[in-house]
């Protein structure tokens, strides 16, 4: 079974950078697309990067574009969203989710999600 466990969210200052992290076990994840959403307060849970088990491709929303950057340790089976210049907009829940159905940028691609990690960012 799939477990994913995300770390590393806290309480920043905007224009700060943080490092989230997921851990994923239960499977071998070679064929997996991995990604990153999150769900801001009163809104829907929304895409904000995706890549593969290789790295070969990523993508990003819009809004985070060229300030976040998803990678993948396939040696600790560990996702990883680099977060710099953090806005207050960016507080959200944010979340890790895997499948074997190509790159998950969108909710209903995702099989396997992990419970969310925290980012409050202040002004």
């Known amino acids: 079974q799939v477990q994913l466990v995300e770390s590393g969210g806290g309480l920043v200052q905007a224009g700060d950078s943080l490092i989230l992290s997921c851990a994923a076990s239960?499977?071998?994840?070679?064929?997996?697309?991995m990604g990153w959403f999150r769900r801001a307060p009163g809104k829907l849970r929304e895409f904000v990067a995706a890549?593969?088990?290789?790295?070969?491709?990523?993508y990003y929303a819009d809004s985070v574009k060229d300030r976040f950057t998803i990678s993948f340790d396939n040696g600790k089976n560990t996702i990883y969203l680099q977060m710099n210049n953090l806005k207050v907009d960016d507080t959200a829940v944010y979340f890790c989710?895997?499948?074997?159905?190509?790159?998950?940028?969108?909710?209903?691609?995702?099989?396997?999600w992990g419970k969310g990690t925290l980012v409050t960012v202040s002004t």
């Open positions: 239960g499977d071998a994840f070679g064929n997996y697309g």
């Open positions: 890549t593969t088990w290789s790295g070969a491709l990523s």
């Open positions: 989710g895997m499948t074997r159905n190509g790159i998950p940028r969108s909710t209903n691609l995702v099989e396997h």
